[in-house]
């Protein structure tokens, strides 16, 4: 499967245009549910504002949706939609609260606000890359615990914090595909004692 990039977290942006406040909320959603959990914590922090326009973009199935929440059609939804897929990024929600300020913007200026504020969002927010990894485990004694972290390091493992007690287990992830020839270098390590235990393939940043 293809790595794809992503948010990571939420991310804010407000945009003043004559009055009127374009607040946007950027968060990384992989599911229809999650979006909508987004969704709906916007609209319940700002039930007094006019507007809660939204888009998002999820990976599985490349399903996207989006909302002009009564602003005139293709002036609101489409662009926050178009700033998502301008910046490359999958598995987001955006969302863009309006409080009205009295003068109205005409469409044009309703695209350039909607875009501005979702666009800010976006930058604002940490963008990470998402690849299918597996999460690798070995339990090692000491005494082979430092060879063991370098042979993880060499192979592009990234490592995770491990677990001591009368031995020492060691915790990483790596690109999925990848972790054979070092299953087999920690295994001529400790001799063909160490069984390394590794994860089905997930999705993750790295």
């Known amino acids: 499967m293809p790595d794809y990039r992503t948010i990571e977290g939420t991310s804010a942006y407000t945009y003043e245009e004559k009055r009127s406040r374009f607040i946007a909320t950027a968060a990384f959603a992989d599911t229809e549910d999650k979006a909508l959990a987004v969704l709906e914590h916007v609209r319940a922090a700002n039930r007094t504002a006019r507007h809660n326009v939204y888009a998002y973009v999820l990976r599985q199935g490349g399903r996207t949706r989006y909302s002009d929440d009564g602003e005139p059609a293709k002036t609101a939804g489409t662009p926050v939609l178009e700033a998502i897929g301008h910046a490359g990024l999958s598995d987001v929600i955006v969302v863009v609260t309006r409080y009205f300020g009295g003068i109205l913007l005409g469409t044009g200026g309703l695209v350039r606000a909607y875009t501005a504020a979702a666009s800010g969002a976006l930058a604002a927010a940490r963008i990470v890359t998402m690849r299918q990894v597996v999460r690798c485990r070995v339990r090692l004694p000491y005494a082979r615990f430092e060879q063991a972290q370098r042979l993880v390091a060499a192979a592009g493992g990234r490592l995770e914090d491990p677990v001591y007690d009368d031995a020492v287990t060691l915790c990483w992830k790596m690109p999925a595909g990848t972790e054979a ?26």
Do not use: K
């Open 181 to 206: 020839p070092l299953c087999a270098a920690l295994g001529e390590l400790t001799r063909g004692d160490a069984q390394v235990q590794v994860s089905p393939p997930e999705y993750a940043a790295f």
